[in-house]
């Protein structure tokens, strides 16, 4: 699975229900991970193993459910910068982490070493070793202030809270990257390669930008299926609707379907976009038609069934 | 103030109940300074910090009294590395502190920021801005393994808890440092250059061995007043007893005077060693006898108003 956060994560939650965990790799979107504090963060991974390990918090869609925010209202109290929450819990995760790497550890193994201690069995893999960043360039804001300035990833998702207008995305770093060892093989070896209902742009579009991942998954577009992340012309979550139309993309799944065509071989649609069917194959790939808002691990499930079925 | 970590925290309470707390200078040791798990970590400041804000742990002599540990349980859990504990409020510090520095503050700004954030009047200022690290080379251990190995300060001391001989000692980087806006300045004007009573290798040595503050000191040796750490041959904390004659001096008030006869004009000694007076003063400074274990702020007070006359 190419895989962004929460919406890779409860897909996930459907896949090791139907097929035997450890034959499972996902392959995570590092393009939104920063430095803060000195502390390297990682919000997909973490939300891929948090969820994995059933440590969850589902009102937020980030974070450990049973949490507390000892060290963030004490930096609140000397005035450090808290826009981005990092429970005590959550904390060690970036802790052991930053350790890790500064002792010269890869973050492919840092990864998985976390996703063992969490007693996950999908192989847990950062799209790359090597740092790749997504930077936005924000349109026009209500002041006029923000326009031109690019910004990281976080800082327009979290900090600005997506509520400004992008007017570009480029992934730094992309260029001179290498795919994580077990990436490529992952891609090549699949029985099938599912692509979550993640944003095409800013979560999956870092992933395609590591060189060599495009033309992997080219090359085994028959059985590459993607789950649309837009329903009814809107994003499930977050700003993937409002995202891909200010970048010149049509907000729907036939949307999608243009931008993924290329390397995917099936399109998963929701019923509720079942009136679009022609119009998505008429962009040059297969249309399956099934429940993808996940509600529950049941629906998850379901919808790994008709994704795996489909990449057959 | 040339302060360490414990002893001096103790005697900044006794001096801020004497004199203006806005007229004190604290020049504090950050030998002891590591970086972990990505963290910038100066525990000495923090000490003198947490102390002085009444936070501070008696118990411990480190750390926040009023602590959670979720952070370090979770750590745990992971399989991270717990052996230096850091609470989940003392992590906010370090969390600010290295985002500051990370944007290019340097050590005194932030160390200024995080005083005032706690409400301090004493001007807590790190003798350099610089990396100055205390490095030690280990002498023969019980089992041969370690002899000769050089380990950081918070290594021998916290994670070895220094159970171990130390063979010598160094401050790497110290040649090229620099001491910190306003420390010559405060050694040059102040009426009264107190030395605490901490450890004059580990904690008063990294302090002389940043470039020109030896010769500041030296110029004002009338106005230096030292407290002896070692009352009757013992240090009242830590290993500076053991550390002495392990590095070949003498384990006494005589043998502390020995060490810093050269820039320090008097030298107060407890009442246990008044007999050792005469010996002392045979150093080549004045000694004067007074009680120095500081068991409540009222005798802090006491000894910071005999350091102080002792000065003038």
């Known amino acids: 699975m190419l895989a962004g956060g929460v919406g890779a994560a409860r897909l996930l939650t459907g896949v090791v229900r139907v097929v035997d965990p450890s034959t ?12 803060l504090h000195g502390l390297q963060i990682s919000p997909d991974i973490d939300t891929v193993v948090y969820t994995l390990a059933g440590l969850q918090n589902p009102a937020t869609g980030w974070g450990i459910a049973t949490e507390s925010w000892t060290a963030m209202a004490e930096l609140e109290r000397i005035g450090g910068a808290t826009w981005f929450r990092l429970g005590d819990r959550d904390l060690a995760t970036h802790l052991y982490r930053t350790q890790r790497l500064a002792e010269g550890a890869a973050l492919h193994e840092v990864t998985a070493e976390i996703a063992r201690a969490r007693g996950i069995g999908v192989h847990v893999v950062p799209m790359s070793d090597d ?3 997504t930077r936005l360039v924000l349109a026009e804001d ?7 300035t690019e910004v990281a990833f976080q800082h327009y998702f979290v900090r600005l809270r997506h509520a400004v207008a992008v007017r570009s995305v480029r992934f730094d770093g992309a260029a001179a990257a290498s795919p994580a060892p077990g990436v490529l093989d992952a891609i090549g070896d699949a029985e099938a390669v599912v692509v979550s209902p993640s944003n095409p742009v800013v979560s999956i579009g870092p992933i395609l930008a590591v060189p060599g991942v495009r033309s992997a998954l080219a090359a085994r577009r028959e059985q590459v299926v993607a789950v649309s992340p837009i329903v009814a012309g809107a994003a499930l979550k977050g700003p993937a609707d409002r995202l891909l139309a200010e970048l010149g993309y049509e907000s729907s799944a036939v949307g999608v379907a243009r931008l993924l065509a290329e390397w995917v071989g099936t399109l998963v649609i929701d019923e509720q976009d079942a009136h679009l069917k022609d119009a998505v ?8 038609v099934a429940p993808t808002i996940m509600t529950s691990p049941e629906v998850a499930a379901s919808l790994a069934t008709v994704v795996l079925d489909a990449a057959r």
């Open 142 to 148: 209500a002041d006029g202030v923000l326009a031109g």
């Open 131 to 133: 740092a790749v960043r």
């Open 281 to 288: 194959e008429s962009e040059g790939l297969r249309a399956v």
């Open 24 to 35: 499972v790799v996902a392959i995570v979107n590092t393009g939104d991970d920063m430095t």
